[in-house]
């Protein structure tokens, strides 16, 4: 199946709020509720930050907010920090045991 | 805390076969409703899922890769390896072994290990 959709970069300043979308298809965002999103840092490994599209795993902050609209999936950061500074990836389940990355959005903080 | 680290060869030769190893600690890999998992990223690039194994022995492949890959449970080591193939330069990545639970999300993950494919 296709890769999920998202933009290639996104910026914002310190204190603003932020949005990455991920745009699927009935296959895998519109059918499921198991999208989740990884940060990455440079030269590091792939951290989850959300799950089961909104929730949150033990000890990420609550400035990382996700939903989900149809086909589209969205990763909010609300009061951007220059660590936040890093790549982002969705990732949905597709059905018959299959999952689907994005191509990874880089934030810049300005 | 659930760790994992991944070891084998740095460099594989075209042609050859891939191997690597994921060590489990602070916990087993027959325990849970995990699928231990093996992910790759081409420098520069996004994530690609490669395939996982059951603690039951169930395994499941990317089907782009299914021809060429192998992914194995080690219970008395409490580790899970990956053998991929007839590598060509394209499989050249950072390797990240993680633990899945079930299909949905990937709450651990090595430290990844590079892997190049020399000709």
């Known amino acids: 199946q296709s890769a999920l959709a998202q933009p290639a970069s996104v910026s914002g300043s310190p204190g603003q709020s932020i949005t990455i979308s991920c745009a699927g298809s009935?296959?895998?965002?519109?059918?499921?509720?198991?999208v989740s999103w990884y940060q990455q840092h440079p030269g590091k490994a792939p951290r989850l930050i959300i799950y089961?599209?909104?929730k949150r795993p033990s000890g990420i902050s609550d400035r990382f907010s996700g939903s989900k609209s149809g086909n589209t999936a969205s990763l909010t950061i609300s009061g951007l920090q220059t660590e936040d500074e890093a790549d982002f990836y969705c990732?949905?389940?597709?059905?018959?045991?299959?999952?689907?990355f994005g191509g990874g959005t880089k934030v810049t903080v300005l | 805390q659930v760790q994992l680290q991944e070891s084998g060869p740095g460099l594989v030769k075209s042609s050859q076969t891939l191997s690597l190893t994921c060590s489990v600690s602070?916990?087993?890999?027959?325990?849970?409703?995990?699928?231990w998992s093996w992910i790759r990223q081409p420098a520069g690039k996004g994530l690609e899922w490669i395939g996982y194994?059951?603690?039951?022995?169930?395994?499941n492949y990317n089907p782009s890769l299914k021809s060429r890959v192998s992914i194995s449970l080690d219970t008395s080591k409490n580790d899970f390896s990956l053998r991929l193939n007839s590598v060509t330069a394209a499989d050249t990545a950072v390797y990240f072994c993680?633990?899945?639970?079930?299909?949905?999300?990937?709450?651990?993950w090595g430290k990844g290990t590079t892997v190049i494919v020399s000709s």
């Open positions: 993680s633990r899945w639970y079930y299909d949905f999300w990937g709450d651990v």
């Open positions: 602070g916990g087993s890999v027959t325990t849970g409703t995990y699928y």
């Open positions: 194994v059951y603690k039951s022995g169930h395994t």
């Open positions: 009935s296959s895998d965002i519109g059918a499921f509720d198991f």
């Open positions: 089961d599209v909104s």
């Open positions: 990732c949905s389940y597709a059905g018959d045991s299959t999952r689907v």
